[in-house]
């Protein structure tokens, strides 16, 4: 012993495990790519379909609102005339 300090002796990596290496990588990170993308496209559908539906919703609301209230005019032409009637049948139309 010399009391030398030797160098580490560094083992080269071979050129294919390094292009094996890249090429996976690539690949991955286009897996990953081609999945958002597909998530991407059906959270769009789904959000159209609420969309869609949201504006279906609309239009009934609005019509429910118009047949609430000729229900309304209907139950108050009603007891007007149920009004009218019970005063003619007690005796007020003589």
Known sequence: MSGAIEAPVCVSVPNKVDRTLN??????IFVQTAGALLWAGAAAAR?????SHAEDARDVNERLA??????TMTRQSMDRIE???????????Q
């Open 47 to 51: 959000l159209q379909s609420l969309e």
């Open 66 to 71: 118009r047949i609430e209230t000729q229900i």
């Open 83 to 93: 009004g009218r009637l019970d005063h003619q049948i007690n005796g007020g139309g």
């Open 23 to 28: 090429m996976s990588i690539i690949f991955a």
